[in-house]
C-alpha cells in the first residue's frame, strides 16, 4: 500500500526533507543569526571606521536606538497575536507634541510625562478596540491612525517647530547615570518588564496562544479580545515613552517626528526572529534586532554614505528580514 502513495522517484521526500532543513536550521537560528550578524558587522564598522568604537559613539548608538527599540517592544505583543501596528511613529509624534505643549505652558514636568504616556495608551486602546472588538483589520486600522495622528501633530503644531523655553525632563533624553545615558536604562527596563510579562505571566502565555491559533486559544477559555486589546495598550505605552525620550533629547517637537519610525521598529522585531504570522518570538530577538539596525545605520552615516543610499540599504534589509520570515514558516513557492 505505501508504495501507491510514495512516488517512485523520491522527488517528494527529498523536497520534503528540504524544506524541513531549511525551516529547522531557522528555526534553531532565529536570535543566534542576527546576534552573529551583529558582531560581525561591529567587527567590520571597527575595521571600516576607527571612531566607531569609541566610548562615546557607542553610547551614542545606545542613546539613538532606545526609542525604536521601545517602540520595537511593545510592537513585539502585537505582532506577537498575528497583529500588527503601523501607528507607533505618528503615536511617538503625538506623545512628544503632548509633553511639548505642555511644557511650552509652564506645567510641571511630572504631568507632561504622565499625560504623554496617558496620550499614548489612549491611542493603542482606540487601535485595539477597532480591532478587537469591531474585528477590523490591524493593517488598516494602524494605517488610518498613522495617517490621522500625522494630521493631529500638525494641528498640534501649527506646521512649525515648538520650543519650549524649558523642558523639566530633558534629563531623560540627554541625562546620564555613572556614564550611562538615562534613555538606555529606560530602554533596558522596558525590556526586562517585557520580558517578564511575556514569559513569566499567564498574560503572556495567551498572547503566544493567540498568535500560534486564535481560534483554539478561545475555545480553551482565553478572552482573545480582552487579551489583543491589551497588546495594542503596551505598543502605545511604548510609544508615549519613546515620544518622552524623543521630546526631552530635542527639546522640541517638529510636525513630522516619528515619522518612519514604525518600519524599523517592524524590522527589528521581524529581525530578531518574531514571526509576522504571530505565535513565536521573544524580546531579547527583539532588542539584537534594534541594535542590528542601530549599529548599520551608524557605521553608514560613519562611512559617509548618503542618507538615500542608507534608505535603500535598509529596504533591503527590511525585505531580506521577510523573507527569512517566510523561510522560517516553510512558505516559499515550491
Not at 509624534?93 to 505642555?102: N, R, S
Not at 496562544?209 to 481560534?215: K, M, V
Request: proline share 3%.
Amino acid at each position: 500500500m505505501s508504495t501507491a502513495t510514495t512516488p517512485a522517484t523520491g522527488v517528494q521526500p527529498d523536497q520534503d526533507r528540504r524544506h524541513g532543513a531549511v525551516k529547522q536550521f531557522f528555526d534553531r537560528s532565529d536570535q543566534l543569526g542576527v546576534g552573529i550578524a551583529l558582531l560581525l558587522i561591529i567587527a567590520l564598522m571597527a575595521v571600516i571606521a576607527p571612531y566607531f568604537w569609541s566610548v562615546n559613539n557607542l553610547l551614542e548608538v545606545m542613546r539613538q536606538v532606545s526609542a525604536i527599540a521601545i517602540l520595537a517592544a511593545g510592537g513585539t505583543f502585537v505582532i506577537l497575536t498575528a497583529g500588527i501596528d503601523l501607528s507607533v511613529g505618528s503615536a511617538l509624534g503625538v506623545c512628544a507634541m503632548v509633553a511639548i505643549v505642555l511644557s511650552d505652558n509652564s506645567f510641571p514636568a511630572v504631568v507632561s510625562i504622565l499625560c504623554a504616556l496617558a496620550a499614548g495608551a489612549v491611542i493603542g486602546a482606540v487601535n485595539g478596540v477597532f480591532i478587537a472588538r469591531f474585528a477590523l483589520p490591524a493593517f488598516i486600522v494602524t494605517l488610518a491612525a498613522l495617517t490621522y495622528l500625522r494630521g493631529v501633530v500638525y494641528v498640534g503644531t501649527g506646521g512649525t517647530t515648538l520650543i519650549p523655553d524649558q523642558v523639566g525632563y530633558d534629563w531623560i533624553g540627554q541625562g546620564n547615570i555613572l556614564g550611562v545615558p538615562v534613555a538606555v536604562l529606560v530602554m533596558l527596563a522596558v525590556f526586562v518588564g517585557g520580558w517578564f510579562l511575556l514569559n513569566r505571566t499567564v498574560f503572556g502565555r495567551q498572547v503566544l496562544a493567540i498568535g500560534g491559533n486564535a481560534e483554539a486559544a478561545r475555545l480553551s477559555g482565553i478572552p482573545v479580545r480582552k487579551v489583543v486589546l491589551w497588546t495594542y495598550v503596551i505598543s502605545g505605552l511604548c510609544a508615549g515613552i519613546a515620544g518622552l525620550i524623543v521630546a526631552s533629547r530635542l527639546e522640541s517637537a517638529v510636525p513630522d517626528l516619528g515619522s518612519g519610525y514604525e518600519l524599523n521598529a517592524i524590522a527589528a522585531i521581524v529581525l530578531g526572529g518574531t514571526s509576522l504570522m504571530g505565535g513565536r518570538g521573544s524580546l531579547v530577538g527583539t532588542l539584537i534586532g534594534a541594535l542590528f539596525i542601530a549599529v548599520l545605520s551608524n557605521g553608514m552615516t560613519l562611512m559617509n554614505v548618503k542618507s538615500f543610499y542608507q534608505q535603500i540599504i535598509m529596504g533591503v534589509v527590511i525585505l531580506l528580514a521577510v523573507l527569512i520570515d517566510r523561510l522560517r514558516r516553510g512558505q516559499t513557492a515550491d
